[in-house]
């Protein structure tokens, strides 16, 4: 059996990360360089408010969505601008081997970087999952894994399935709920009383994981509308996605009091329901053409979230000793199948009033291409998590489960929030 | 007398809520449909970035502002967060029943939306002078009622008064802080030894409503810029509050300062008064020719703020017993009558340059508005207050104010912040 | 010896600002008036979203950055919103003033207000040397300094240097660093037990911190972009600055790995460290031709940035006296020495290929730039450092050093964090 120590990752983490950053920069040094074709200037201009609040979302938002575990906030902050830093470094090389093969060099444009953050945030989804019982070196292996399948994902369901670039982002969140499911269980243990205590909710790291929330319920329409192009359906986007959250906000305080004998609110709930709207209007966001679709959809997001969350949560937990340290599953997973399922109804709809023989073909491309974005994420995950359970990546102890002290200097002093 | 343990609303809000938000969503699918009409796309985009600022001020900026209560900040952020998903439906609708009235159908595009939001900030103003003390049942009812008195408002403000959206808009923060007050004065009670501690401001609350008053003092350019349509008029808009903001922040801390005897400066203040030059200043903000006359408002209005929570808090708290929570008063209430007077003022002068019979009577219609406003806010506030006394709402015994505990499904260990 | 009770500034503080803010606004009555001419309306509604990302930059950004300071958060946020309230008024006059000296009067548009802002941020910088050892009247007479000597150094550098205003605020960095020192350097002293255990960080703080680190991060690109006006460099800016952050904020955590014995992060470094990627590419952001470069800046700048808070704190604290409260030194020193050295290179190697007899002269002017900058900071900083070292400005006792409460109003509850 292991020391209570925790592993130190000094001679583990600082060469995997440093050779992996050097080799970056050796691979952007050949093959890539900046696009000098003088676009839409305006556009351009336009496209970069859009692409900083992703990044707010990603830094800020999932930063911060995270923190709410009362002994490992430090960590959670920290590590998400890690991986997202050097997740977005390797989704732009991947995205481009693999979309520009033949003309032998990558052009970096808005486009390609805004793509490669998007990306990146699945990694940073994922992580949510585990978070709290892995160190920085397993994270930078499952980004590096996450991203690589995400961008497999991508560039197969474009070929075969006709994915386009809108479908693939806004299922990426089913994408990385899965991965980050089966990471967690092949990863779980057992989780000690001492362990047990630190995931308490405290009153700071409580208001900083609703800071997250707030800033990714913000800026979330600009997610689901990043990559539509025509104005009009970019409108619907940001329209439908903003009345979807509104409702789902509103839903999820509300079920969560109803759900408790004493009527009282759980704060967990409120952090990850609020958002299962946006999720779940994401993949059919620009077609929903009024409002009453996209408040349904977020009520009935909130509900399953909510639902989920009380019910399953528990039952999954003893069955499979499934942990999902941040309440992944209810955020993106369950509100994402929905929205998988709203968007293959919403194209059968609009297929059925010209009734023509490719029908049947194409109601089962629109439901292959959710079954593809599962299947790869559970296999992916599950390979990830296979990886991770090796011993050569000093994972933390089980006694040092949630605790900034075993991946932080801290002074004696400063141990209370 | 009632038990000490807060009354469950677990059998009143959800209920109540999800009923509301089912009825609103019938009302949307039979009244409201999006606007399909291609106007200026790249003013919508441009208007998207400054409806962005306004959510970040509601949701983010109003929030937090308000979190600066010890025990009652999970409270704070989550309710503002709730009334504001809330009121937004609720204004939308009520705005496009009253404005368009006879077309049988609610357009919705991005005024209407950003109206919507804007009407529904008056509600967590108000919220500010009564938080702490009241339960989301009584907020909701709340908000049902101020947007409704707000619309009407509006619309008779605009087909007597001539009053326009931005006059309305900029007017409803003097609405919403004589509402605040209203209900407060209606639902206050002696406060208990215990309830007396849990208002004090411990450091990490007094930096979250930091957060939330740069957010404020950041944006309110966009906000009191966001109704006007003319650049020239927005530009000078967003300069004026630019500097009433600089000057009232530079005036509220140093007479804070001067206010105490050993030369300490107040936090809570300071959250509230730097912001009172951006309220003085919104009315006539598009109006004001020059930097100094924004700069003389921001400093007048940081001196009465601050004059006024020394002075008058004391005694309006011990002749009527009003507590105001988070400083509505001088936050908005004060500044927002100094904004009326100096709108009132520039109109006349104006007005006065070339002479006319009808002169008289427009000077009346300016100071009418104010007085209009103001009527409103106190009419409405009271019929409000009086409505949340009654027993049905469950309100919190007080034994419980101010407490998140009542509310809030808490670990056991987890109750320092 | 002193009272170990601070001196009250009450009767020093709020005279001398609310006098410097009624002179403000005399000097604006005659000297200003607003830009009146129609410019290009499109243009004025694109930069003021860049000037708004600089505001939040410096009002959250900086003025979280400071905050880890575990007993001196409060004064942190706040003094900065108010020497950034000032500094901005007294850097709009200065630049006037000086800037168009002969037409009488100071024409305030868009581009001056941004320009006074950015040159006002070198005061947060440099305060953040001495944070916790000076009091607000101080920090308001360094302001008045700081923002002379940064416009002085300015308008001599753009007659004589021929530095532009993208050059000058870029190297604004590196003033703000070495004018800091000198200062720290003139008012440091031996600390008292005490005062040690009080800058200890703690959880809570060292989030703060992290909020105002990713809202920089966030919005570096938009800074180093700000003052450039052909679209294609800054599209050029803003791609190598996000690379170099990227870059930057892995290299950091990953070395701060490194060099603790027991492969333990200190979050420390983290807040300062992954913003060195911004400062070093600051200068030549829109000369970089390839995304490689850039991403190797932020490399050597994440290096040198730990590795000179590891070995060089340590030697300058004990050799010098020098605290530097919060790391300015290695998060904005040495990194803008580097982008200094960056930006002299790619000038000589430009020159390079056509050859002239002038070259050697224009290296001298690349290299006489940086020296400038750094000779003024010194020197201003070394005066500045004198003045406040004077009795009359009543700093703080050592025993309250790093303490909101000689500065703040407190309840007896409320001192824990």
């Not at 949560?313 to 499979?320: D, F, P, S, T």
């Amino acid at each position: 059996m292991g020391s209570k120590y925790p592993p130190s990752v000094r001679f583990c983490l600082p060469p995997l990360t440093i050779v992996l950053e050097v080799l970056f920069i050796v691979l952007f040094v050949f093959y890539t360089s900046y696009d000098t074709s003088l676009g839409n200037q305006r556009k351009f201009l336009e496209t970069y408010g859009v692409f900083q609040d992703v990044i707010i979302m990603a830094a800020l938002g999932l930063g911060f969505l995270t923190s709410s575990l009362r002994r490992h906030c430090w960590s959670s902050v920290a590590f998400n601008l890690f991986m997202l830093a050097f997740g977005v470094q390797w989704a732009v090389l991947l995205n481009g081997f693999l979309e520009q093969p033949s003309s032998g060099g990558i052009v970096i444009n808005l486009y390609s970087i805004q793509l490669a953050t998007m990306s990146a945030m699945s990694v940073l989804i994922s992580a949510g999952s585990i978070l709290g019982r892995v160190n920085l070196v397993q994270l930078v292996v499952m980004a590096l894994m996450e991203v690589t399948a995400f961008v497999i994902l991508r560039t197969f369901g474009k070929k075969f399935l006709y994915m386009d670039d809108h479908i693939s982002l806004t299922y990426s969140h089913v994408f990385a709920a899965y991965f980050g499911q089966m990471v967690d269980w092949r990863l779980s243990k057992p989780l000690l009383e001492e362990a047990k205590e630190k995931v308490q909710m405290a009153t700071g790291p409580g208001l900083f994981a609703m800071l997250g929330t707030l800033c990714l319920w913000i800026f979330w329409p600009s997610f689901n509308s990043a990559l539509l192009d025509v104005t009009d359906e970019r409108k619907n986007a940001l329209f439908n996605t903003h009345y979807a959250l509104a409702v789902s906000a509103v839903t999820a305080i509300s079920v969560s009091a109803l759900s408790n004998p004493g009527g009282k609110i759980n704060l967990i709930h409120i952090h990850n329901a609020v958002l299962a709207g946006g999720v779940a209007v994401g993949p059919s966001c620009h077609l929903i053409p009024s409002p009453w679709l996209a408040m349904v959809l977020g009520l009935i997001a909130g509900l399953i979230s909510i639902g989920g969350a009380k019910c399953l949560q528990v039952c999954l937990h003893h069955q499979l000793g499934i942990h999902d340290s941040c309440g992944v599953r209810y955020t993106f997973g369950w509100p994402g199948l929905l929205g998988g399922v709203a968007y293959i109804v919403q194209m059968v709809l609009r297929v059925d009033w010209t009734w023509n023989p490719m029908m049947d073909q194409q109601v089962l491309i629109y439901m292959g291409m959710l079954a593809w974005v599962v299947a790869i994420g559970m296999l992916s995950g599950l390979l990830t998590g296979l990886i991770l359970k090796l011993e050569i990546w000093k994972a933390p102890h089980e006694a040092k489960y949630f605790d900034d002290q075993a991946f932080w200097k801290f002074h004696h002093l400063a141990t209370g929030f």
